[in-house]
């Protein structure tokens, strides 16, 4: 008979809301940053398919947020439920971040709600463009202050222990730990390069279906030319967080790599099997890679799994995730450069087909590399909830009915994820673009 587990069922159910919330979380961060880009576009260029753009882009946005609300609370909710150990030991040591990240949060909104209530009220359309400013420092800000919650759980500092207890708290020194630059920076870059693919997949998919209209073309180019820059971002904090974890997590890039011996010149493992002698087979290895990701050289000397103890090497497993999130960034960033060198070339085709294919997947696939990537960040910890401090069992709750809680929450984000997308397609079916630029007087321009 199945027994009862309460540190399982815990971490299913934070599982289950993170892996939803980060969703919206993702838009929540990276679309204000397009809608910013688009609403400058229309100004600076003087073409209302841009300012169109920032309208559209910005009503979707609001829904997002909605949902995003729920399933952030719902993550507040849990942590003082599932994990009151943590939160005992830890809470006043992370408490400032999570204040702040509200306080970013309700900054975002006040001035979200006067975006959207002012269009066309402002002779200068500078004035209005002012007002998204706001909320693109708030939406970043906010994933500034809950990353520096997950990196101090990665490299905890700040505070001393004594009889079990953290005491001599400094806050900004547990938020300014040294995970928190290439974990944050990775977040907020991939977060905007996710949702410009997103963006981009929805005016690709609408050129498909044989729309003739330029607003779809713009929408595209403009997106893929962010994504194609962002992109670059990504990969280059990519390369700080790999050495980041050589120094302080060398046991999470082991596993990631399935490297069982220390020592210099190793090679990066691009999928592969791995056996129950631990030899990895079928794999991709591409030689001294992985010293060069580590350390900046082929001699860097990277830490084996052989060397560390049984007890304290995470589930080889991550090492999908981590390939995972690899292969579709190299996708999305090879995507995007394509579509802008084949944009740039006139005689080239950039809107063609495939390539409309092609970043039509790239949306659901830039999401999907966003779960890999904060499934590999959280469960390349374990056994850690805090780092080197506190394991996951320690943290959790003993208490029962965690079960039915988890079978709760998964009925909730069901109907709002149905309801989100409901919403989402009859908002935006029932006022197309084709309808607006007619209501507008904005010229259809079909190409």
């Known amino acids: 008979m199945f027994e009862y587990d309460p540190v399982l069922y815990s971490r299913l159910l934070t599982t289950l809301t993170l892996a939803f919330h980060v969703i919206f979380a993702t838009l929540g961060v990276g679309i204000p940053l397009m809608i910013a880009i688009a609403e400058w576009m229309g100004i600076r260029r003087n073409d209302p398919h841009y300012t169109l753009m920032a309208r559209r882009w910005a009503r979707g946005f609001v829904v997002t947020v909605a949902v995003g609300v729920v399933t952030g609370t719902a993550i507040g909710l849990q942590l003082s439920l599932l994990w009151p150990n943590f939160m005992q030991a830890a809470g006043h040591t992370i408490g400032l971040p999570m204040f702040m990240e509200t306080f970013a949060f309700f900054f975002e909104a006040i001035f979200l709600g006067i975006y959207l209530y002012t269009w066309d009220r402002f002779k200068s359309k500078v004035k209005h463009f002012l007002l998204v400013i706001p909320i693109v420092i708030g939406a970043t800000a906010s994933a500034f202050f809950i990353t520096t919650v997950n990196s101090f759980m990665n490299a905890p500092q700040g505070f001393n222990i004594i009889d079990g207890v953290l005491t001599d708290v400094s806050p900004l020194a547990a938020m300014f730990n040294p995970a928190t630059p290439s974990k944050m920076s990775h977040v907020i870059l991939s977060s905007y390069l996710t949702s410009a693919f997103i963006l981009g997949a929805i005016a690709a998919f609408h050129i498909l279906k044989g729309s003739k209209h330029v607003y779809h073309k713009k929408a595209l180019h403009l997106t893929m030319v962010s994504a194609a820059v962002f992109a670059i971002g990504t990969a280059l904090v990519g390369d700080l ?207």
């Open 241 to 447: 967080s790999g050495k980041y974890l050589h120094e302080y997590q060398p046991e999470k890039l082991a596993a990631a790599e399935w490297h069982f011996e220390t020592e210099e010149k190793a090679s990066l493992v691009l999928g592969g099997i791995l056996t129950d002698g631990n030899e990895v087979r079928f794999a991709l290895e591409i030689p001294y890679a992985l010293s060069i990701l580590a350390g900046g050289s082929a001699d860097t000397i990277v830490t084996g799994l052989n060397d560390f103890p049984e007890d304290e090497v995470p589930p080889l497993w991550i090492h999908y995730m981590f390939d995972l999130m690899v292969f579709i960034g190299i996708y999305l960033a090879a995507l995007s450069a394509l579509f802008v060198v084949l944009h740039w070339r006139k005689k080239w085709n950039a809107f063609n087909r495939p390539v409309l294919w092609a970043v039509v997947a790239g949306g659901p696939a830039a999401m999907f590399a966003i779960e890999a990537g904060w499934i590999f960040a959280e469960v390349g910890r374990q056994p850690w909830i805090l780092n080197g401090v506190m394991t996951v069992a320690e943290g959790a709750t003993t208490s029962a009915h965690v079960d039915m809680m988890l079978y709760l929450f998964l009925v909730l984000y069901a109907i709002l994820g149905v309801t989100c997308v409901v919403v989402l397609r009859r908002m935006f079916k029932q006022n197309p673009v084709e309808a607006e630029l007619e209501k507008r007087n904005i010229s259809h321009q079909a190409v």
